[in-house]
Nanobody, 132 residues
Framework: QVQLAESGGGSVRAGGSLRLSCAHS????????MGWFRQAPGKEREGVAT????????YYVDSVKGRFTISRDSTKNTLYLQMNNLEPEDTAIYYC?????????????????????????WGQGTQVTVSS
């Protein structure tokens, strides 16, 4: 299990920006998917952006493409989510997650592999609130 701890949530007006951080411990071997999921009140948890550590390939859900950027600093063991041009619909609890993976295919945000149950390690979540 990887230990994960998010920070950086908060409240902003629509059009504003936030950067989320996720400090994590390290898998002993191999590559893995790391990503950001979110859950709004009354809705299912959904994947927002993922990165495959083996190739640094990134994947995004359509609703955030062009606005959110996922990145990872391996020297600091930290995952980031830069969120620009935020919209009220982005309001949710954002979770950092990780799971071992043999290829980037497992990090894609379409198909059964994108279901939250496929990710074995989770942070505690951080609230993001966007007002209009």
């Amino acid at each position: 299990q990887v230990q994960l701890a998010e920070s950086g949530g908060g409240s902003v007006r629509a059009g504003g920006s936030l950067r989320l951080s996720c400090a994590h411990s390290v898998y002993t071997t191999g590559s893995y998917c790391m990503g950001w999921f979110r859950q709004a009140p009354g809705k299912e948890r959904e994947g927002v952006a993922t990165i495959y550590t083996g190739t640094h390939s990134t994947y995004y859900v359509d609703s955030v493409k062009g606005r959110f950027t996922i990145s990872r600093d391996s020297t600091k063991n930290t995952l980031y989510l830069q969120m620009n041009n935020l919209e009220p619909e982005d309001t949710a609890i954002y979770y950092c997650a990780a799971t071992a993976a043999g290829s980037g295919w497992w990090c894609r945000l379409q198909g059964p592999q994108s279901h939250p149950s496929e990710y074995k390690s989770w942070g505690q979540g951080t609230q993001v609130t966007v007002s209009s």
